[in-house]
């Protein structure tokens, strides 16, 4: 298991996670080379099947990071985004897949510290739980 | 529009787990408005039971396919070249969806996606409400546009109960009293005299309860 360097997708809305992200960037903290980087325009956009891809394809974990929920740039994006979260984690657990591996993070464009920390909180929560699928 | 919901996807994995060849097939339909058999819904059933099968440590094929409608044969008959490249297919239709495909493609086994539930409409966004209970003799006018068939709870035509109190009916605080509601409609449309006059019995040999039913046009009929 400690060998195990698990595969994570993170969708990252283009407003505040991308932000968060530049700042962390001259932080010169650095994001685990595990974690792959999906920006998209707003996490409202995400719909259940972006979500589900991800562990189709052999990812073990995935989340979203987007807006503080008072303070999207659209306004109920991030609301919409943690609802389809929501739902994915009860069709994991319908595969009796653990529903820790998919999450959703409020940020906002300063928090660089915590963009790197959302992403080594992930990586730890599913190198936790193994690899997801066997094949 | 009829509305449905997902069945469970564990037994929807238990229904279908001795089959390595699944076709998911959709519905444009009442189910594509409901969101529950759409192609969007495919796409996402498909991707659940292709993750399952990873999970597993099967080889499990799964193909998509939505079609237009699965109540109308012509339909129906856009699968007959690739059907039989599977061993199972799980329908996401209304209940009629299923049958059609199990009556037009007999050596093949057909799995319900979803259970249906009502005829109904969308009240708001992701929110359906029960409107019609598809008696066959509609009524809807005589108690201001709403159906007590469908809504009251006994389906009263003489309400309402005991059971109605500050608009709400007995069995959920969720549940409107619809006798409340076509009081209230009534006296806005100063009708409420109207509902003095006894309703009677109902025949309901239009409805479920005069057996399966058929309806022929003959102006249609080929």
Known sequence: MDDFKPQIVAFCCANCASSAANVSHDMKKVLPDNIKVIQVPCTGRIETLHLLKPFEEGADGVYVAGCQADSCRYISGITKAAKRVAQVKGILEGLSIEPERIDVFHLSAGKGQEFVEVADRMVNT?????????? | MIVAESKPIKEL??????????????????????????????????????????????????????????????????????IGDYDAVISIACGVGPQFLSERYPD???????????????????????????????????????????????????????????????????????????????????????????????????????????????????
Not at chain 1, 126 to 133: D, M, R, S
Not at chain 2, 33 to 52: D, M, Q, Y
Not at chain 2, 150 to 175: F, Q, T, W, Y
Request: contains cysteine; neutral net charge; glycine residues 12%.
């Open chain 1, 126 to 135: 599913v190198k936790g739980l193994g690899p997801v699928l066997t094949a």
């Open chain 2, 13 to 82: 994995l238990e229904m279908v787990k001795d089959f390595k060849k699944i076709l998911v097939v959709g519905c444009k339909g009442c189910v594509t408005v409901c969101n529950v058999g759409g192609a969007k819904e495919v796409a996402i059933l498909a991707s659940t039971i292709r993750i399952s099968g990873k999970k597993e440590g099967l080889d499990v094929v799964v193909g998509e396919h939505t079609l237009e409608r699965q109540c109308d044969p012509e339909y129906i008959n856009e699968l007959k070249d690739v």
């Open chain 2, 108 to 222: 093949t086994r057909v799995f319900p996606g979803v259970n249906t539930k009502f005829m109904g409409g969308a009240v708001e966004h992701g929110v359906w409400s029960e409107r019609c209970a598809g008696c066959g003799t509609c009524v809807v006018h005589n108690f201001g546009g709403l159906c007590p068939i469908a809504r009251c709870s006994k389906s009263l035509l003489n309400g309402p109960c005991g059971g109605s109190s500050n608009g709400k009916c007995e069995i959920s605080k969720d549940v409107d009293c619809v006798w409340d509601l076509i009081v209230t409609k009534m006296m806005e449309q100063d009708r409420l005299d109207e509902l003095i006059e006894f309703q009677a019995p109902k025949n309901w040999t239009t409805a479920r309860d005069g057996g399966p039913r058929k309806m022929i046009r003959e102006e249609l009929v080929k």
